[in-house]
DNA sequence: GACTGAAAAATTGTATACAATCTGCTCATC
DNA sequence: GATGAGCAGATTGTATACAATTTTTCAGTC
C-alpha cells in the first residue's frame, strides 16, 4: 500500500481538500456573505462533478456556514442580528468550555502546545506583513486548536461550525477596526493555559470575546449598517 | 398557492421525513449501534432514489450518528467508552445551559411550555403501556423542546445530534434498567422552569443527568459488557 | 473438512442525463 | 416609456448509468 491506486481512494481526501478551501476563503473574507456558489462554476474550479460540490455544500450547509435556498442554489449565509447574537453566546459558552478542559488537561499534553506557539507567531507575522485575511484565518485556527486540545471532539466539531459563522458576522457588522491586541490576548491566553491556571484562562478567554464583540454593531437601530439585510433583500455576488 | 405542484416541492419535506424515520428509529433503539445502513433497501423503502438516501446518510453521518466506511457503506455510530464520555460531558454543558437560557426567557415564553406538559403526559401513557421505545423516544423529545425553548438555534442543533448520541450510549452500556423517575424528574423541572428558578433548575437537570450516566457501566474492565468493541468486529446486523 | 484463490454478485462512489424551476430577455400592448 | 406575457437560457433537483471496490460463492487442493 504504497500509493492511493485509483481516483477513489482520494474522495475522502478530495472532499475535505474542497471544503477546507471553501472553509478557509470564509474565514479569510475572500468569499463574503451572501455570495452565490454556484455548483456548475465550483466544480469546474476543482476539477469533480457536481455530485461532490453538491455533498460538500451540504456539509456547510449543515454547519449554518451556507443557505440553500429551494430551486436557487447555496448562498454563503448572511446571519441576521438575531443569528449573531445566538451564535455569539454558543461560541462564549462554548470557549469557556474549552478553556477549562484544556486548562484540566495542561500537563497531560504539555507538547502539543508547540502548534499554538506556531500560530501565535504566525499570526505575529502575517499582522506585520498587513495580509488581513491571513491574519484573519490563523486567529479563526487557534480557537480550533485550543478546541481540539479540549480532547472532547464534539465541542470542537460544534466550535468548527461557530468560527466561519463569527467570520461572517464579523464581515457584516464589524464597525471599528481591530488592533491586533488580538494576538497578545493569544499569547497571554495560551501562558495561562500552560500553568493550567483554568481561572485565569477563562478570565482572558471573556475578555477576548469580549474585545471581538466590543467592535461589532449590533445594535438594530436605523442607521444599520447592513441594508440588505433591513430590506430583506439578496447581495448576489457572482460566485467565482 | 394552494397545495405542491410537483413531487420537487415536497423535496424538503421528503429529506426531512426519512432523517426523522431513521432518527426516531435510533432513539426508540429500534436501531442497533453498528447496524448497517445499505443505500438501495433505504431506497426501497421510502421511494426514493439513492440520492436523497445518500444525503440522508451523509447528514446523519455529519451529527455522528452514523459513520461511513469506505467502500462499505454506512453504519449506525458505536461510540466507544472514550466517545462516551465526551459526549455525555458535551451533553451536560449543553443541557446546562439551556436549562440556563429557558428560565430566563421563562415570563417571556410561558405559552411554549405546553408542549412540555404535553410531552411529560405521553410519557407517562407509555411508561405505564410498558412501551419502552416510545417513552425512550419522549424522553429525547422533551430535552429537544426544551433545546427549541432556549432560543438558541447553534445550541438546539448541537443537542440534536447528542441526544440520539446518547442513546446510542445507553444502547451499548447500560447496565441497570431505569425505573420511571426519569417522568417525575423531567415534571420537577418543568416546574422550576416555570418559575423561572435557574438554580434550581440546573440543579435538578444535574441530577437527572446523573441518574442516566449511574445506569451506565463505562468502566473499560474485562467483564464489560461491550464484546464486539473490545475484539473491535462490527456487529454486522441486517439493515431493514 | 479446512484453506486458497478466482470468478460472480452485490454494493458503493462518481459522473451524467433529464426534468423541474427560476431568471432574464424580447416584444406586443397600453 | 412602462407593463406584462411568453419564450429561451441557465441552474438546480433527482434518477440513473457506469466504474471501482468489497463481499460472497464455489471449485480445487492439501
Not at 455569539?88 to 469557556?96: P, S, V
Not at 504539555?110 to 499570526?123: S, V
Not at 506585520?128 to 484565518?137: C, N, Q, V
Amino acid at each position: 500500500m504504497v500509493e492511493p491506486k485509483s481516483t477513489r481512494q482520494k474522495s475522502k481526501t478530495q472532499d475535505q481538500h474542497i471544503y477546507e478551501e471553501i472553509f478557509d476563503a470564509i474565514l479569510e473574507q475572500r468569499l463574503w456573505p451572501g455570495t452565490r456558489l454556484k455548483e456548475e462554476s465550483l466544480g469546474e474550479i476543482f476539477g469533480v462533478s457536481r455530485t461532490i460540490i453538491r455533498r460538500t455544500l451540504s456539509r456547510l450547509a449543515h454547519e449554518r456556514v451556507a443557505v440553500f435556498e429551494p430551486n436557487r442554489g447555496a448562498f454563503v449565509a448572511e446571519p441576521d442580528v438575531s443569528d449573531a447574537r445566538q451564535i455569539l453566546d454558543a461560541r462564549r459558552l462554548m470557549e469557556l468550555a474549552i478553556v477549562e478542559r484544556v486548562a484540566e488537561r495542561a500537563s497531560s499534553i504539555k507538547d502539543e502546545f508547540k502548534k499554538l506557539y506556531d500560530l501565535i507567531e504566525q499570526e505575529h507575522k502575517s499582522s506585520a506583513a498587513a495580509d488581513k485575511g491571513t491574519a484573519i484565518r490563523l486567529s479563526g485556527e487557534f480557537h480550533l486548536e485550543l478546541a481540539r486540545l479540549s480532547g472532547n471532539k464534539p465541542l470542537e466539531g460544534f466550535l468548527h461550525s461557530l468560527v466561519p459563522q463569527t467570520s461572517l458576522i464579523i464581515a457584516l457588522y464589524q464597525a471599528k477596526e481591530g488592533s491586533r491586541c488580538a494576538i497578545d490576548e493569544h499569547s497571554r491566553l495560551l501562558d495561562a493555559l500552560k500553568l493550567g491556571d483554568a481561572e485565569e484562562a477563562k478570565r482572558l478567554m471573556g475578555e477576548h470575546l469580549d474585545h471581538i464583540e466590543e467592535r461589532l454593531a449590533l445594535d438594530e437601530s436605523p442607521g444599520n449598517r447592513n441594508l440588505a439585510k433591513v430590506f430583506g433583500r439578496r447581495t448576489e455576488k457572482a460566485g467565482a
